[in-house]
């Protein structure tokens, strides 16, 4: 095992004891002035960012990958800023009572939100990453070990260094030690700090499946994370024909690298108009529709009908491989289509296909649409709205430290709140167990609950 992995564990672990401790204002205070630092310096981060580019090109990157990779791509930079900012604002969550019990006279037990502790977050082309969890870490009292893909490594080695900058010179205001945000870049330094159980409390891959899995199979260190984003929209018999161009077209063309995108659609083809859905996602979105011979049959034959049937959409149709095209996310523009004759069936099949990330119901059937979204398995289910809206930023998280589909500790995007877990404070006057029932004493407990707001704390 690695001393140096041990040694930046070790360091993590006394910053993140240290973190803890730091008041709210001045952890929020120093994540003003880490924006500061970023936005003073982003020339220097563009230039960064377009060695990464240029490398990517020349080697060839997945188009998916490299346009995650891009940072300053339309308003991507601004965001990433945004972001830092809205974490700062964020209610405090550390230290807020959960429970509060009165045992006995002079003796309280309280639930209180505790940071996790220590970080490990392993991340693949996004470059924004790194300000992302280093919001969060700090504002939530952890410690954070980051590393980035290799294809980012320089974005990631220059807005390290400004952070790390800014976390030093304000060190004797703050408080807060430089230990508590560290980049790590080779593979052997994650697979070292994998077998640091005794320092890190967390370990959080954003990336591929076989990253997940990966990571997963390699480490007795709790793993919160997804592996794919198979999203699905089910048109519904019910379905507004106009919703469903807006929804569907946004879910797959919006950013079809995003692990939110929509990457199946099941068709109800009771649906009056269904083909309009199709002929749009093609047209409009460059869309190619991955259908089933049922599917493909009846929307040439419709578009046919209605002399809309051409060589463009003709081009962007082509047969489902079996059932794999169902098991896949694509990450670019293709979608998955099929015909299922009922809602349950949609479910049926989602539950069967998904990867518990995001998936929605498009219907105007109250009925249809609470049915779907209570039996449906997923971290997310949407009535009337993009898969896209999964995401920390959008719930109002400020960022994220990415999405879990895991039913265990946190759910969903995992912002702030999935960054705490809890202590129990036991706040008493001398008293011990053997007085009471049950430790041989004949005293018995109150176990009245308290008012949580009147927590003197």
Avoid at 194 to 219: A, F
């Amino acid at each position: 095992m690695s001393s140096s992995a041990e040694t930046i564990a070790k360091n993590a672990r006394l910053g993140g004891n240290v973190l803890k401790t730091i008041t709210n204002e001045k952890r929020s205070s120093l994540l003003y002035k880490i924006h500061d630092g970023l936005k003073a310096n982003a020339h220097s981060i563009q230039e960064a960012n377009k060695e990464d580019l240029r490398n990517a090109k020349e080697g060839q990157l997945a188009d998916s990958l490299y346009k995650r990779l891009d940072l300053f791509k339309g308003d991507k930079f601004e965001t990433m800023l945004a972001g830092i900012i809205d974490v700062a604002e964020l209610e405090d969550p550390v230290g807020k009572v959960k429970l509060a019990r009165e045992l006995d006279e002079g003796l309280n037990l309280y639930q209180v939100t505790a940071p996790v502790g220590v970080l490990l977050v392993i991340f693949e082309s996004r470059p924004e990453v790194i300000a992302n969890i280093t919001s969060l870490a700090i504002k939530s009292g952890n410690a954070a070990i980051l590393k980035g893909g290799k294809e980012s490594v320089n974005t990631f080695r220059e807005v390290s260094r400004i952070i790390n900058s800014v976390i030093t010179e304000n060190q004797s205001t703050s408080g807060i030690p430089s230990g508590v945000i560290q980049l790590i870049e080779t593979r052997q330094d994650v697979s070292d700090l994998l077998q640091q159980d005794l320092y890190i409390d967390l370990v959080v891959p954003r990336g591929s499946n076989s990253l997940v899995r990966q990571i997963k199979s390699s480490t007795k260190i709790p793993v919160l994370g997804h592996a794919d984003g198979i999203c699905s929209i089910y048109l519904d018999k019910e379905a507004d024909v106009d919703i469903a161009k807006r929804i569907t077209i946004d879910a797959k063309t919006s950013y079809p690298a995003g692990c939110n995108a929509m990457e199946t659609l099941l068709v109800n083809p009771e649906m009056p108009q269904w083909w309009d859905v199709l002929e749009n996602l093609s047209r409009a979105g460059n869309v190619c529709l991955h259908v089933t011979g049922d599917v493909k049959e009846a929307y040439l034959s419709k578009l046919r009908e209605s002399n809309k049937l051409d060589d463009q959409i003709q081009s962007f149709v082509v047969d489902a491989v079996n059932s794999s095209d169902f098991d896949k996310e694509f990450l670019s523009l293709d979608c998955a289509v099929r015909f299922v004759a009922s809602t349950e069936e949609a479910v049926t099949h989602i539950n069967l296909h998904s990867s518990k990330h995001t998936d929605a119901i498009i219907t105007k059937d109250k009925s249809n649409a609470e049915y779907f979204m209570k039996a449906v398995d997923s971290s997310g289910v949407y009535w009337n709205a993009s898969t896209r809206f999964a995401d920390g930023f959008r719930y109002g998280f400020g960022t994220e430290v990415g999405i879990s589909t895991s039913k265990i500790h946190a759910r969903g995007p995992v912002g702030l709140d999935g960054l705490v877990s809890y202590q129990y404070q036991l706040r008493g006057n001398g008293q011990v167990a053997s007085d009471y029932v049950g430790s041989g004493g004949k005293r018995a407990f109150l176990h009245k609950n308290l008012d949580i707001s009147q927590a003197p704390f």
